[in-house]
């Protein structure tokens, strides 16, 4: 396993490290536990407009 070092950007990262967990990291998630995310557009729960400028149209 190897490990990252950090950056001394603040003083409590100077130094620090940690491991990568490479060898048992899958590149693409397990496709069973997948699930796709519905487009809402920008509507809640109760099917009202509760985020502007989205929906409607094409996406731009």
Do not use: C, Q, W
Request: aromatic share 4%; charged share 30%; glycine share 16%.
């Amino acid at each position: 396993m190897g490990i990252r070092k950090y950056k001394p950007t603040t003083p409590g990262r100077r130094g620090s490290s940690v491991a990568d967990f490479v060898e048992i990291t899958r590149s693409t998630p397990e496709k069973s536990l997948v699930r796709p995310l519905s487009k809402t557009g920008g509507r809640n729960n109760a099917g009202r407009i509760t985020t502007r400028h989205i929906g409607g149209g094409h996406k731009r």
